[in-house]
């Protein structure tokens, strides 16, 4: 089955441009999986160490949100609109749009 992911604000660039991917998948981490290996320079930013999603990170399946921390075993329905979205202010959106990694300042050092 084949899901429509979202792209979260300012990471176009990370999957050529596109706001919007089609992914297979039945499940939440099918889809995950399957995005790490199609783009992985976006997942990079999205992703904890161990490649589940990042504590930053937000899930909306249709519209609602999906719990937290993200639960990789929820079903997806054909067709299902699935958005990544980043919370505002946490160190990862602070290098999205330029494609570099977040400054110091955004991760957590302290300002003088």
């Not at 596109?18 to 976006?42: C, F, I, K, Y």
């Amino acid at each position: 089955m084949t899901v429509s992911v979202r792209i979260p604000h300012g990471l176009a660039w990370a999957v050529g441009g596109q706001h919007r991917v089609d992914v297979d998948g039945s499940t939440l981490g099918e889809v995950w999986s399957n995005l790490h290996a199609a783009h992985p320079e976006l997942m990079r930013r999205l992703s904890a160490a161990d490649s589940t999603p990042s504590f930053w990170i937000r899930v909306t399946i249709d519209g609602h949100a999906c719990a937290h921390p993200t639960r990789l075993e929820t079903p997806l329905r054909d067709g299902a609109d699935v958005a990544l979205h980043i919370l505002p202010g946490s160190g990862v959106a602070a290098g999205a749009a330029s494609g570099r990694p977040p400054a110091a300042a955004a991760c957590g050092a302290t300002r003088g």
